[in-house]
């Protein structure tokens, strides 16, 4: 398999913000709600690696910051977020927490910051109440910039979330026994495109990916 093409991300992103009136969320990995973004009509753009030489961020950070930290503090500091709404912070490690304080509290970004808080022992009863409280909590105050959260259309974003982890884990297995023909260049530049890609879009990418 060698003409797999992933569509141009900026022109891809513009379209959903045009055409159908999405907000697009910068999003910092890598666990986080995406299903009740979706249902709000926001699409989240995962930043991991953006393509900058990385020249100012470094004055913000230890010299021993990850690097998808640090790119993703350049892409904040450089201006190169313009076309995101806003930016969201799952706290998935030390690292994401600090750069949600040096982005929200002292870089005046002039755009909607949220966080989110991962339960640390899932499998305890206040753990539950506790994700359930954080689900909420997020919910209601992205409504105050995109509108309520419509629990009906949260029901069919839960369910293409589904289809995306089925799919994802089939292309991993088809892998696994050998059995796919395609290079790591584009076995990875296909599940990558999950990073920004409306399930409505992704889904049949990897299905066509998988049957190709």
Avoid at 55 to 64: F, M, V
Avoid at 90 to 105: A, K, L, R, W
Wanted: aromatic share 12%; with cysteine.
């Amino acid at each position: 398999m060698t003409d797999f093409h992933p569509p141009s991300r900026k022109e891809y992103l513009l379209r959903q913000k045009e055409v159908y009136g999405r907000h697009l969320l910068g999003v910092f990995p890598a666990q986080y709600p995406r299903e009740i973004l979706w249902a709000m009509n926001v699409l989240p753009v995962e930043i991991w690696d953006p393509p900058l030489e990385s020249s100012q961020a470094s004055a913000h950070l230890q010299a021993y910051i990850c690097s998808i930290v640090k790119l993703g503090l350049e892409l904040v500091v450089q201006g190169k977020g313009g076309i995101l709404d806003g930016f969201l912070f799952p706290h998935t490690c030390d690292s994401i927490q600090n750069i949600s304080s040096i982005v929200n509290d002292y870089l005046e970004v002039n755009k909607p910051c949220y966080f989110f808080y991962h339960r640390k022992a899932p499998y305890r009863e206040s753990s539950h109440r506790f994700y359930i409280e954080q689900l909420r909590d997020f919910a209601a105050h992205l409504e105050n910039q995109v509108g309520s959260l419509d629990y009906s259309r949260l029901k069919q974003c839960i369910d293409k979330g589904d289809r995306v982890g089925s799919l994802m884990r089939e292309l991993y297995s088809t892998r696994a026994r050998g059995e796919l023909g395609a290079s790591n260049v584009e076995f990875y530049r296909a599940i990558r495109q999950g990073e920004f890609l409306h399930p409505d879009d992704f889904i049949p990418l990897l299905e066509r990916f998988l049957k190709d």
